[in-house]
């Protein structure tokens, strides 16, 4: 697989760009390979689920985690464009409450690792975007929470136009102070 690793603005959040083979016929890569996964980005790690999301320009999706059962997931982007966003949610971490945002698109082929910790979300910039992400825990609607999107102590950037299309869960999401986090 030949993948390209940077850590992202906050260190345990990882780019994955992988090697695109391209020519008139079209493309081909390598969206995970384990043993590479292993060796570049974390070990130890193992998925559990798949799961596969649609949405249209504008929806904004979380910022969602679990409090048990604390999932990291593998994103990646095969239509459209999104800007991906995770929060550090770990209380012991020199990084909590901060943020980092990524562009992923089906065009720049590149995945995000989220570890467990994380809250997350995103926000569709084209016209639709579908995303496949991978978990390491299986999805346990008691222990969801969501992070509220705009909390102006996060003061997270997104690139919105307009007001975003969101969930009822994720419209009233608790703010940094209100959220349950992790030790």
Known sequence: MAITVTAAALPDVK???PKVFGDAR???????NAREFAEK??????????????????VLRG???QIEHAQGKLVRVVEGEV???CVDLRRSSPDFGKWVGVTLSADNHRQLWVPPGFAHGFVVVSESAQLLYKTTDYWYPEHERSLLWSDS??????PLTGAPVLAP?????RTLAEADVYE
Do not use: P
């Not at 079209?26 to 995970?32: Q, V």
């Not at 130890?44 to 504008?58: P, Y």
């Not at 869960?169 to 999401?173: F, L, P, S, Y």
């Open 41 to 58: 980005v974390q070990s130890g790690v193992e998925f559990v689920q798949d799961n596969h999301s649609r949405s249209a320009r504008g």
């Open 63 to 65: 910022l969602h985690y």
């Open 153 to 158: 102590r996060l003061g997270i950037e997104w």
């Open 83 to 85: 800007f991906d966003v």
């Open 169 to 173: 869960k994720d419209a009233e999401g």
């Open 15 to 17: 780019l994955i760009e």
């Open 26 to 32: 079209g493309y081909f890569l390598e969206s995970f």
